[in-house]
């Protein structure tokens, strides 16, 4: 097998830049567990302040974010509504059954996004045949979805009927800044409406590791004892954390770039014979589209040729643009796939 030159795998495959590395090296670290890591608690504070929220919690990923989340906010046997394709329910080992008991049900909808409608027909009655529903969890960019990022308005909506009916809101954020950049929304508008909201630094924002939970201070009290209890306690992580800094100052804009960088390769996409997606929907930095021969068949030449893509199915791909992809890249992976997909 060649080596990968052109990795649209996942916007997780980022490498630190060596600006990056550099402040990474010279920051000031401490115990984290005793607050003492400066670094750390800077990172929190300035996540909970683009946030609005009151406190933040650094932790070592955006998966460990969603299940303390889950955690705090549900007993064993209550019920977590969210979109079919939802990384919290589907994608995080069943961790959400695992830790918390809790029960996570899929809401169908185009592009991972439903409605407020659907969440308000998916509330059970409260008797004592029905699971309690008491979280609406909400993926901002929704990744099954390609993508798609929700608009304020359709928060909004959801907002009101989990606020009505007493539900706890929780974002999965692992894709928020892509979702601020191509709405030209502030994050304190979309993460005013939640209980609990996360970021990821592993993904388009190119930190090597690491995701920050925030929330009021009581509610990130708490989830410090589950931080201890799995294991996510760290020590000198301001090390790690200084990355996250480095993202939030250097790496949130340029996600435009991403994003043009997907909606090219999405209209050379759709002109290649047999390859099917509307580029119309491609609003952030992820691609999906489905291919005429399969994606085993495919996977196997694409590669020979130095280009790597996400497998979605035994006809779907998927491809993430990020800060490692130049434009020149993606005319580079288009040339792959039309050559690819020509021979069958
Ligand atoms: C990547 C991802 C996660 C998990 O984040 P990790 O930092 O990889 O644990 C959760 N939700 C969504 C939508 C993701 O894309």
Same mark, same amino acid.
């Given at each position: ?6 990795? $649209? ?14 402040? %990474? ?17 800077? @990172? ?5 302040? $683009? ?32 979109? +079919?394709? #939802? ?9 959400? &059954? ?20 659907? *969440?308000?027909? /998916? ?12 979280? *609406? ?21 959801? #907002?009101?009927? /989990? ?5 706890? @809101?929780? %974002?999965?954020?692992?894709? @928020? ?44 009290? !708490? #989830? ?8 996510? #306690? %760290? ?11 480095? /993202? ?8 435009? !770039?991403?994003?043009?960088? &997907? ?6 996409? /759709? ?21 005429? +021969? ?51």
């Amino acid at each position: 097998m060649q080596a990968i030159k052109i990795d $649209l795998y996942s916007d997780t495959v980022t490498q630190p830049t060596l600006e990056m590395r550099k402040f %990474m090296c010279q920051v000031e670290v401490g115990d984290e567990q005793k607050h003492e890591d400066p670094t750390v608690n800077l @990172l929190q504070e300035m996540v909970a302040e $683009l946030l609005g929220k009151e406190a933040g919690l650094f932790l070592p990923s955006g998966t460990m974010c969603n299940q303390i989340a889950i955690k705090l906010h549900c007993s064993p046997g209550d019920e977590v509504l969210m979109h +079919s394709l #939802a990384h919290v329910g589907f994608s995080e080992g069943g961790a959400l &059954a695992a830790l918390s008991g809790a029960i996570p049900t899929g809401l169908p909808g185009k592009r991972g996004i439903f409605s407020a409608d659907q *969440v308000r027909k /998916a509330i059970r009655p409260i008797n004592r045949y029905a699971p309690r529903t008491s979280v *609406v969890s909400v993926e901002q960019t929704s990744n099954g979805g390609g993508g798609t990022p929700w608009s304020l308005s359709a928060i909004e909506e959801i #907002a009101k009927v /989990a606020r009505e009916y007493n539900l706890v @809101l929780h %974002m999965d954020g692992a894709r @928020l800044f892509n979702a601020v950049v191509a709405t030209n929304t502030p994050a304190k508008d979309f993460s005013a409406h939640f209980d609990t909201v996360w970021v990821d630094f592993s993904k388009g924002l190119g930190a090597p590791v690491g995701a920050v939970l925030a929330g009021k201070q009581e509610l990130i009290e !708490e #989830a410090w004892n589950w931080k201890q209890r799995l294991g996510g #306690a %760290m020590r000198q992580a301001g090390i790690i954390a200084a990355g996250g800094i480095f /993202a939030l100052q250097h790496n949130i804009d340029r996600l435009a !770039e991403d994003h043009e960088n &997907a909606k090219v390769l999405a209209e050379g996409l /759709a002109e290649i014979p047999g390859i099917q997606l509307d580029p119309s929907e491609v609003k952030t930095n992820i691609v999906i589209f489905d291919v005429a +021969s399969t994606t085993e068949a495919m996977t196997e030449k694409v590669l020979q040729e130095g280009l790597r893509l996400s497998i979605l199915g035994p006809n779907r791909f998927r491809a993430v643009t990020h800060m490692n992809i130049s434009r020149q890249d993606v005319k580079e992976a288009l040339r792959i796939i039309r050559l690819c997909s020509k021979e069958g």
